[in-house]
């Protein structure tokens, strides 16, 4: 069963890059394409962008100016990091595979990053 | 790209069929059969119910059901359960950008 972890700091200061890792377990990210997913408290969910397990990126133009997703295969790991952040930016965020829709598979339980206004 | 339209709560008693729906445009729902939905409760990750318009996963209730019609797809709850009980989103995937774009969520509550 393919299985997410994810872990990164869950409180940063204003102008601060935000720094996560999504390791997967189980599988390989060959053949898939692998998302970051955020949700404010209490608010709906905004994808961020997504990578393949050759480097390929897609961002949402909401956010592509301070987002970087790179990947690395050999430790079957892929990163987000989110530079200039602001309170704007205090969400969960999950990572998920990707490919048409999201797949949260197992274990994906979501970081709590908190930017103080 | 403006999120996809759903209604922000709908209910229902046990036993019932409730419908939630999730409008678009021409750009995203109307153009692709690629919408998903994802059922979340309270402090846990999505997780995925529908894909590809009206296809469940392995493991996944027949209880869900999801239709399109035009630019608004829907997901359709059958023999409403008490775990049923959460929040639904909707997606749509698009060859445009972003190639992703979420609903604004309905929460569902059962009487």
């Known amino acids: 069963q393919v299985q997410l972890k994810q872990w990164g700091a869950g409180l940063l200061n204003p102008s601060e890059t935000l720094s996560l890792t999504c390791a997967v377990y189980?599988?390989?990210?060959?053949?898939?394409?692998w998302s970051w997913v955020r949700q404010p408290p209490g608010k709906g969910l905004e994808w961020i962008g997504e990578?393949?397990?050759?480097?390929?990126?897609n961002y949402n133009p909401s956010l592509k100016s301070r987002v970087t997703i790179s990947v690395d295969s050999s430790r079957n790991q892929f990163f987000l990091r989110l530079s200039s952040v602001t309170a704007a930016d205090t969400a969960v965020y999950y990572c998920?595979?990707?490919?048409?829709?999201?797949?949260?598979?197992?274990g994906g339980q979501g970081t709590l990053v908190t930017v103080p206004s | 790209q403006s999120a996809l339209t759903q209604p922000a709560s709908v209910s229902g008693s046990p036993g019932q069929s409730l419908t939630i729906s999730c409008t678009g445009t021409?750009?995203?729902?109307?153009?692709?059969?690629?919408v998903s939905w994802y059922q979340q409760h309270p402090d846990k990750a999505p997780k995925l119910m529908i894909y590809?318009?009206?296809n469940r996963p392995s493991g996944v209730s027949n209880r869900f059901s999801g239709s399109k019609s035009g630019n608004t797809a829907s997901l359709t709850i059958s023999g409403l359960q008490a775990e049923d009980e959460a929040d639904y989103y909707c997606?749509?995937?698009?060859?445009?950008?972003?190639?992703?774009?979420f609903g604004t969520g309905t929460k569902v509550t059962v009487l």
């Open positions: 997606t749509s995937y698009t060859t445009s950008s972003p190639l992703y774009v």
């Open positions: 021409s750009s995203d729902v109307g153009g692709y059969n690629y």
């Open positions: 590809d318009v009206s």
């Open positions: 189980g599988g390989s990210l060959s053949g898939y394409y």
């Open positions: 990578i393949n397990d050759s480097g390929t990126t």
């Open positions: 998920a595979r990707s490919g048409r829709y999201f797949d949260w598979l197992a």
